[in-house]
């Protein structure tokens, strides 16, 4: 699996951190985008002081205690729209945006490549490839809803996360391996992070 991570400057990011913790476990390629205002809500959120894409790996990497990942983990300059995966010539199966700003959602909506996250995010949905943006908002007003409709309408999915709660989640963990789980499901990968939806009184 080839895939492309935008982390943009939304709210969430337990949900970026438990998705690169469950990609690290299975063979595959990502190419990692870290905005700016990403960087400052993980430092926020997550109480650290990364300061580049690379350091947020290293920062992941050493939280689980990662090691010997089958999974490489490539990171792009957000600012460079030059970079291999500005081009529909590098293939890649899916991009995730995760989480995904309302200007971000807006920009790409609008055809404005104005950062690699973009930039990308436009050639997946021109290449009839798979786009997944992570919206952490609420509520919504008619702008973000008309962007968002229109966005799906062009091919993309809207996943906002709003995680469930029938597997009983005992931590934020938990909540972020649910969208995680998700996510994986809608790239056609099955990593079984949390329980099935089962009724108590199903008969067997």
Known sequence: MKLVLGMAGA???IYAERFIR???????????ISSPAALRVFREEMNCKVSSAKELLEFIF??????NSPHQF???????IGADIASGSNPW??????????????????????NLIERA??????????????????????????NMLELHDAGGTILPASPGFYQMPK???DLGDFISER????????????PRWSPKNQEE
């Open 74 to 80: 490539l990171i792009r300059n957000f600012l460079d």
């Open 11 to 13: 709210s969430g990011s």
């Open 171 to 173: 931590t934020l963990d």
């Open 121 to 146: 995010a436009d050639v997946t949905l021109k290449e009839r490839r798979t786009l997944v943006l992570v919206p952490r908002e609420a509520p919504y007003n008619r702008i973000h809803l008309k």
């Open 93 to 114: 199966k899916a991009m995730v945006v995760l989480p995904c700003s309302m200007k971000t959602i807006a920009s790409i909506n609008a055809g404005l490549t104005e």
């Open 62 to 67: 050493s939280k689980y205690r990662i090691q």
């Open 22 to 32: 469950a990609l690290s476990t299975i063979e595959g390629t990502t190419f990692l």
């Open 183 to 194: 996510i994986f499901r809608l790239l056609g990968i099955e990593l079984d992070l949390y």
